[in-house]
Every structure is written in C-alpha cells, then in structure tokens.
C-alpha cells in the first residue's frame, strides 16, 4: 500500500511545482495569436517577438536597477546591522531585529499603499526614488537574517586575533570578517534579487508614466494583447531566475545560507 | 628598568559598573620567565590578561612594558601576542597565511616572510602543513599554529589562554613539554591563564594564584604546592582539612579543639592533605561516613567532633568498614602553616 502511496504522492506534489512551468514553456512556444495549452503549433516567433516590445525593454532596465541597486543599498545598510546585532550587546536589540523583518510580515499591498499615500502624493516624491526605496526596505530583511546567520557562525574572536597582529578594527573587518562572510552576502544578494525582480503588490502602486517595473508592464500588456509573448517572457525570467540560482549552489552552496 | 621588572602591573584596576574584576593589582614579571596565572573562574585572571593585552582598558592604574608605559597604547601595537583558548584561526586562509597575516601587516614580503612563517611552522613540528586550512587540522595541530603565529611576530610577551584545556590528556602532556621547550629556546616571556592546578605547577617557573580578583600568593611550583599562605591556596593544592588557630587551639564548628601537640608561631591556620591524616591512632575519634577507592589510595570522610575530615590511606592496607570508629591525629609537624585567613 504505502509502496505505491509514496511515489503516488511525491508524483503529485512535484507536477503541482512544476506543471505550471511547463505549461508556459509550452504556451511560449506556441505558433498560433493568442495564449493557448496545448500550443497551436510551435514556433519561436513569441520568444523573439519579448525582445522587440519596446516596454519590455524599458522595464525590464528598470527592474534590473531596481533588483541590483536596491540589494547593493540593502546589503551596505543590512551588513554593518547584522553585525552590530552579532557583535554587541545592542539596546532594544530584540526590537531591531523584529522593525528589520517586518517588510516580509506586513503585505506588500500596504507597503506600496502606505508609500503611495504618505511619501508620493504628499510630498511629490519621484516614483523611481519610491520604488527603489520600497524595494530596499522589501530586501533589507533578508540581507540582515542571512548575513546574521553566516555572522553567528564566526567566532568574534579571530578579530582580536588579528587586532594582536597589528591589524586596526576596521581592518580586521575587511581582512578576516567579510572574506568568512562573503557566501552568505552572495546568498543574500541573489535572495534579494530574486525577491525584488519578481514582486509585484508594491510595484503595482508604485508605478507611474514611464516608470513601470517588469512584472507590472507584463500585467499592463496582458491587459490589452492576449499574445503568447507574456508567456515566452515569463519562461525567459523563469530561467534567468533558475540560473541564478544553479550556479549560487554549483559555486557557494547556497542552500546552506537560506 | 631591570630585567625582573620587563612587564610591570602597578595599581591595576578594572571594573566594570559596580563590580571590581582586578582591583589595585601589583605585580613584576621577569623578562624570560615562564609564569602561570591560577585561580577559579571569576578570579580576575583573564580579565588581567586581556587588560596586558590592550583588549580591555583598565580601569585605573599602569601598565609597564620594556620600561614604557603601554597602558594607553592600542592592542594592535603593543607587542603582545595571545594564544586563544579556542585558537582563533582564520578559517579562510591556510597554515602559511594565518602565520604569515601579522608579518605581511608589517610589509614583509617575499623570501623574507617565506624564511620566517617557515620558521615559525618548524618550530612547533607543522612545516608540512603549510597548505592545509584550519578545518583540516586536529585542535593540537591548530593549537600550534596558533602559537607559531604569535611567535613569528617576536612579542614581547606571550599570553596564552588556557592553553591545555581544549585537549585530551595524551595531547596535554604532549604541548605542555612543546610549551617548554618552544619557551627555553626562544626565550620569550610567557603567562599564561589557567584554572588547573595542576597544569600551573607542572609548566610555570612561577605560579600566581588569583581570588577576587586579587593575589592571594605568588610563588614557585614548590611554594604553592607546599606552603600555602591561605586557606583558599590550601584548599586549591589540595590541603582539604583546614582550621584556624585561637590561642594555639584550633576552631573548629563546635568550639574550640586542642592540637596533638604545640602550635608553631606565627601561623593563624594550619591545614593538612587527607594523606597527612594519622589514621589508627591519636588523640582525635571520628565516624566513617564514607569511602572510596581511587587505585594506589582510598578516600574516606570522616564525622568526627571536628567537623568532617577527610583522610586517604595506602590502598593495600584493609578498608575500613563504614560506620566504623577510627582514632587519628591531625600532625602538627607536616600541617601546612598557614600566615593569612580569608
């Protein structure tokens, strides 16, 4: 019983993972106008077709920047955090670390909402700040958790052992804190790429003339042409997304830092 | 300067808020010397050497190093090397660049550093180690290039963190002679902390005993381990009877005790190991409330009028039954005299 219960199961969990994604394949590669599994015929027109559309290309700039930019600024405030909350006994430590998660407890509906209402309107602030502010604060979360975790794996004295063999403080951190750091700063780099390329509820608020992230334009576009392309594109990022994360575990192991 | 005063505590106080870890601690230590900072847990003994090394600042008072005042001077140029307890090596780089990491921060380059982190490894046995990372050595090898790491960097002096402890027992006595002779040969002046009697008689030359935050003796192996000043140094090196003297009579729980015979001068305690205890005869009776067998000895404790007392006796003489009454005498002649209480 339980020897064809198992397979049955494992078979079932796994087409529910990765069903969909083949669905798109297939659809992407469709020959046919309109989005349709089975495909109606095969052809690569749609694949091509992603990078002709001009707004894909913007937005796809767009979210790049945002992705890299707003993980860079994330990793530069969330690194000196993780430390300072590794390191020293800091007051209201507890708190810090519960305000620095909650980007991943509160919906992203009510960030983007709450950014819309009381940073943009009021104060005329530019949509691209907001978004990059918005992304950051969304990645910030997983910078300080995965640098913490590779933090509390390194003992804090080998930078006393460096500052007895002449080295300063703040050298000690650059030559024997980062380099034993650096997986999981990579792990939380791609995480946080990962997280801001593919979200959509702050996006969907902050979007403005011009100033669209990806996932918002593929929406904007669906709304209007019902063509294969969305599909194509959406396998595409689907495997820019795999990618990442094959050679973060081929090189790093990253599944060790998440 | 003279040499018996290289490195100089005078007056050294560190506290932290209402708690006092080292007050007013004086000590000379001898350029060259060997020397063993004892004492339990709390005593004080590793935030002296943390403070020795500039990791901690004191609270007050100076410290004196090579004739030059280092108390204000930054751990990174002090010229003091620590041997971590738990070694502190930096697990990205391998054997060579962690002995190499402080010479290259002084600009050494090329055959030079080469000559010298080679130097360092032969010394303590590792020279074919060089490419190893820390994660493939055992905790004596990384233990050893610990110490060759702060070798190579010629300290002044050479602190080492409980350096035994981490260790099993074979391995011990294996890097307690490689301490030694590292030492000896080079000629550094090495303290090192310990919490382990026996570890501080067997490897110092001098031997530092620390309570509270204070000294409590200093003194060779020998003077600790037979003529302790005090009650706690008497109990450390396993004097475990221990009686304060009134009136040349000992006080004991229920009053006052004479002694078996006339009582030295001077001495305001005296304390006996429990194989000094004359087990058979004497003017003393006490109750066997327990014994134990411990391979060449047996243990037991006795309930006797002066409190608990415990005797050991040579294991091939006939056990004594528990509940049995034993006559014994405590011998003033071998009692350790003892110049200080509390």
Same mark, same amino acid.
């Given at each position: 019983m339980s020897r064809l219960y198992t397979p049955t199961i494992l078979g079932l969990v796994l087409l529910f993972l990765i069903g969909p994604f083949v669905i798109i394949i297939a659809a992407s590669l469709s020959a046919g106008e309109t989005l349709a599994f089975p495909p109606d015929g095969l052809s690569l027109r749609w694949v091509i077709k992603v990078f002709e559309v001009e707004s894909f290309r913007t937005s796809f700039g767009i979210s790049m920047f945002l992705a890299i930019g707003g993980t860079l600024a994330a990793l530069v405030l969330g690194i000196p955090a993780a430390y300072a909350l590794a390191r020293y006994k800091v007051p209201f430590g507890e708190t810090i670390r519960t305000v620095v998660s909650a980007p991943i407890i509160v919906p992203g509906i009510i960030v983007g909402l709450a950014l819309l209402r009381y940073l943009v309107v009021p104060f005329q602030f530019g949509i691209l700040p907001a978004l990059f502010l918005a992304h950051t604060a969304l990645i910030l979360p997983y910078a300080v958790r995965v640098v913490s975790a590779s933090l509390n794996n390194l003992r804090g004295d080998i930078e006393e052992a460096a500052v007895l063999l002449g080295s300063s403080r703040t050298g000690a951190f650059f030559r024997v804190v980062m380099p034993n750091i650096r997986g999981g700063i990579l792990a939380a780099f791609i995480l946080g790429f990962v997280t801001s390329f593919n979200q959509v509820p702050v996006s969907l608020f902050l979007s403005g003339p011009g100033v669209r992230t990806l996932p918002i334009d593929m929406l904007a576009y669906m709304e209007i042409t019902y063509d294969p392309s969305v599909a194509a594109l959406s396998a595409l990022l689907a495997f820019m997304s795999l990618g990442i994360v094959f050679l973060a575990e081929r090189f790093l192991g990253f599944s060790r830092y998440v | 300067m003279s040499d018996s005063r290289y490195l100089s505590l005078e007056k050294l106080t560190l506290s932290y808020g209402n708690t006092i870890a080292v007050g007013d601690m004086n000590l000379d230590i001898g350029k060259g010397e060997l020397v063993a900072l004892l004492g339990p847990s709390g005593c004080g003994k590793t935030t002296t050497m943390r403070a020795i090394a500039g990791l901690l600042q004191p609270t007050s008072g100076t410290i004196r190093l090579d004739g030059v005042d280092v108390t204000r001077v930054s751990a990174n140029k002090r010229a003091v090397g620590l041997v971590f307890q738990s070694y502190a090596l930096f697990p990205h780089l391998n054997v060579f660049e962690n002995v190499a990491f402080g010479l290259r921060l002084k600009g050494i380059r090329g055959r030079d550093l080469e000559n010298r982190v080679e130097g360092g490894l032969k010394t303590v046995g590792l020279s074919d180690f060089a490419s190893r990372k820390p994660a493939e050595l055992s905790g004596g090898q990384q233990q050893r290039v610990s110490l060759a790491r702060s070798m190579v960097m010629e300290p002044k002096v050479l602190l080492l963190d409980e350096p035994l402890s981490?260790?099993? *027992?074979? =391995?011990?006595?294996?890097? !307690? $002679? /490689?301490?030694?002779? @590292?030492?000896?040969? #080079?000629?550094?002046?090495?303290?090192?902390? &310990?919490?382990?009697q026996v570890e501080a008689l067997a490897l110092a030359d001098r031997i530092i005993v620390m309570l509270n935050g204070a000294i409590e003796q200093i003194g060779t192996p020998e003077e600790i381990y037979n003529h302790p000043v005090s009650p706690f140094v008497a109990d450390?090196?396993?004097?475990?009877? @221990?009686? +304060?003297? /009134?009136?040349?009579?000992?006080? &004991? &729980? *229920?009053?006052?005790?004479?002694?078996? #015979?006339? +009582?030295?001068?001077?001495?305001?305690? =005296? +304390?006996? !190991?429990?194989?000094?205890? $004359?087990?058979? #005869?004497?003017?003393?009776?006490?109750? @066997?409330?327990?014994?134990?067998? *411990?391979?060449?000895? !047996? /243990?037991?404790? =006795?309930?006797?009028?002066?409190?608990?007392?415990? $005797? /050991?006796?040579? *294991? #091939?003489l006939a056990a004594h039954e528990f509940g049995a009454v034993l006559n014994f005498d405590l011998p003033v002649a071998k009692a350790a005299q003892l110049s200080r209480l509390g």
């Open positions: - | 981490n260790l099993d *027992a074979r =391995l011990r006595l294996e890097m !307690r $002679a /490689e301490l030694q002779r @590292v030492q000896k040969q #080079s000629g550094i002046t090495m303290i090192f902390v &310990t919490h382990d450390f090196v396993g004097f475990e009877n @221990v009686f +304060a003297l /009134e009136n040349g009579k000992m006080k &004991t &729980t *229920a009053g006052m005790a004479d002694l078996s #015979s006339d +009582a030295p001068g001077g001495a305001v305690g =005296l +304390a006996w !190991r429990p194989s000094m205890v $004359a087990l058979g #005869s004497g003017p003393y009776q006490g109750t @066997v409330r327990g014994s134990s067998f *411990a391979g060449g000895t !047996r /243990e037991y404790l =006795l309930d006797t009028p002066l409190g608990p007392i415990k $005797a /050991e006796t040579d *294991a #091939s």
